[in-house]
């Protein structure tokens, strides 16, 4: 029992590694603004100060999948994610959209039908092997619909607190079929803090303030989600915990 | 010659008679004709503020097989919105890049059409999240939504499979349709 004083915060609700990953790299620039400023570069100068953030300011560890300007594939991010055990992957972008016009935030999650219905879906058109596969889509749905909780929960957390720091700037959440989160095997996110492509949006991107107030919205959030965890752990004490 | 006066008088509007209904029995049968060669299709277009695909029915000529037809629904498609922007409905957006061109479909024995665009359908895309999103179910739904008995959509670039369109969403499989994305009550007339 006494060892439960030692315990520190993150122990405490299992929340232990971050990951976080700037969108795009190397010869992948991703968006563009108007000025020629690249989401590449923005979103791996926001990761890396985020980062900064949460290991100075919390007793987490962070992993980036990337921490310089490198081509880095989808499937390489997800490994590196999956391999380094972490508890919650935010995948960092910019956002674009048709019209020049709209700015925003957006954050993007699965959702548990999206997530069922890839799962379901045969990697090729021949149906032979199906039924083989029968057992894997079920063990692995079975553990995605968890980990699309709590990553719509993160969400919903970051979406208040973004809101709550930068009023003036419309914050949506959708969930979307977003191809590097379904490989991810913990509760995943993808947020987009600004629309490259307008021009109010581009100017803020390079603000340092807006930076801070993002950057604070996260860690924010981060805190909140463990507070909420240890909530959840008070109400109902883990099994884990009372075995150790 | 009053005899004849009479005969003029009585055969010129019986003349005149037959010649108007003649031409509008005529019209009523082109247009007719013109009816049964046309369809109604259904277009996906984004709302202005970019929030969800919008239909917008279209009346064009459809004949020939399944990959002409198609091909055409596309090529409707890139031409982008040709609703009237009025009062009460905005303009609807183009979620295709200005420049890309169809170089043909082709349906597969599984029932999934294969639609390969050129190069600029990816080169010249905005790259958001919810763009990519607007774009490919612009798409996917279009199709799904004419052509029923078609259940899966792949999108290829230049002839190659793309495993995503801007780097967020997965094209390397055929998709399918996507009605969370679309607000019917919000119809348009091209």
């Given at each position: 029992m006494l060892l439960l004083f030692y315990f520190n915060e993150a122990d405490s609700t299992g929340l232990k590694t971050i990951v976080i990953d700037p969108g795009h790299g190397g010869s992948d620039k991703g968006g563009e603004g108007r000025d020629g400023i690249l989401e590449k570069d923005t979103v791996l100068q926001i990761s890396l100060s985020l980062r900064n953030k949460i290991t100075g300011k919390m007793k987490l560890n962070v992993v980036m999948t990337r921490d310089k300007d490198n081509d880095v594939p989808l499937e390489k991010r997800a490994s590196i994610a999956n391999e380094s055990n972490g508890d919650l992957f935010m995948s960092i972008h910019t956002g674009s959209a048709h019209s020049d016009e709209l700015s925003g935030i957006w954050i993007f999650h699965l959702d548990y039908e999206t997530v069922r219905s890839e799962l379901g879906k045969s990697d090729t058109d021949d149906i032979e092997g199906d039924e083989k596969k029968d057992l894997e889509v079920i063990l692995k749905d079975m553990a995605q619909s968890e980990y699309v909780n709590e990553g719509a929960r993160f969400s919903e957390l970051l979406q208040k607190n973004l809101i709550e720091l930068i009023p003036d700037q419309k914050v949506g959440l959708k969930p979307i079929p977003i191809s590097i989160l379904k490989d991810?095997?913990?509760?995943?996110?993808?947020?987009?803090?600004?629309?490259?492509?307008?021009?109010?949006?581009?100017?803020?991107?390079?603000?340092?303030?807006?930076?801070?107030?993002?950057?604070?919205?996260?860690?924010?959030?981060?805190?909140d989600y463990i507070m909420a965890n240890e909530g959840e752990s008070s109400e109902n004490p883990s099994s884990d915990r009372d075995d150790k | 010659m009053k005899r004849y006066i009479l005969i003029l008088i009585i055969l010129i509007p019986a003349i005149a008679g037959y010649l108007y209904f003649s031409v509008k029995s005529g019209k009523r049968t082109t247009t007719t004709n013109i009816i049964t060669d046309k369809n109604d299709i259904v277009l996906y277009f984004s709302s202005e503020d970019e929030e969800y695909l919008v239909p917008e029915i279209r009346e064009i000529k459809l004949s020939g097989p399944i990959e002409t037809q198609t091909l055409k629904v596309i090529q409707e498609l890139i031409k982008g919105s040709q609703a009237q922007q009025t009062q009460s409905a905005k303009g609807l957006i183009n979620v295709i890049p200005d420049g890309v061109k169809v170089n043909g479909t082709r349906l597969n024995g599984m029932g999934a059409l294969y639609i390969d665009f050129s190069r600029e359908l990816k080169e010249s895309h905005p790259g958001g999240s919810w763009a990519e999103m607007l774009t490919i179910?612009?798409?996917?739904?279009?199709?799904?939504?004419?052509?029923?008995?078609?259940?899966?959509?792949?999108?290829?670039?230049?002839?190659?499979?793309?495993?995503?369109?801007?780097?967020?969403?997965?094209?390397?499989?055929?998709?399918?349709?996507?009605?969370?994305?679309?607000?019917?009550?919000?119809?348009?007339?091209?």
């Open positions: 991810i095997n913990m509760p995943s996110v993808l947020i987009e803090i600004g629309n490259i492509t307008n021009n109010k949006d581009g100017k803020r991107l390079k603000d340092k303030e807006y930076v801070n107030k993002i950057t604070d919205a996260i860690l924010n959030s981060i805190n | 179910y612009s798409i996917v739904d279009t199709i799904t939504k004419n052509f029923p008995d078609i259940k899966r959509v792949k999108i290829l670039i230049d002839g190659r499979e793309i495993e995503t369109l801007a780097g967020h969403i997965d094209t390397s499989k055929p998709l399918t349709k996507n009605m969370d994305i679309v607000r019917i009550d919000d119809e348009r007339k091209g």
